[in-house]
């Protein structure tokens, strides 16, 4: 059984950065994938980015990249999605996700946390 816990969200002033965390209680973190999405109100949810635990390989949605930076740190069981230059648009619940396989930006994770609200005033 995964367990995930995130925090980190709150509000923002756009071109701010916030740093959302994701807490991992797991047996094992070989195989293991994070991948952090995000959903607006009435949008689909959206890939945001994610990482192989092991290999600490990263994946990027398109519109991401160059703002967004998704770490991990195995001592302490927790993934991070640092966000910079965030913009209004960014505005969304901010979900952690993880499953045990490859990286899948459609949303095949087993395990998700509650969201995280993140808000960017302009």
């Known amino acids: 059984q995964v367990q995930l816990v995130e925090s980190g969200g709150g509000l923002v002033q756009a071109g701010g950065s916030l740093r959302l965390s994701c807490a991992a209680s797991v047996r094992t973190f070989t195989s293991f994938t994070m991948g952090w999405f995000r959903q607006a109100p009435g949008k689909e949810r959206e890939f945001v980015a994610a990482?192989?635990?092991?290999?600490?390989?990263?994946y990027y949605a398109d519109s991401m990249k160059g703002r967004f930076t998704i770490s991990r740190d195995n001592a302490k069981n927790t993934g991070y999605l640092q966000m910079n230059s965030l913009k209004p648009e960014d505005t969304a619940v901010y979900y952690c996700?993880?499953?045990?396989?490859?990286?899948?930006?459609?949303?095949?994770?087993?395990?998700w946390g509650q969201g995280t609200q993140v808000t960017v005033s302009s």
């Open positions: 990482i192989t635990w092991s290999t600490y390989a990263t």
């Open positions: 996700a993880a499953r045990y396989g490859p990286v899948d930006s459609r949303g095949s994770y087993d395990y």
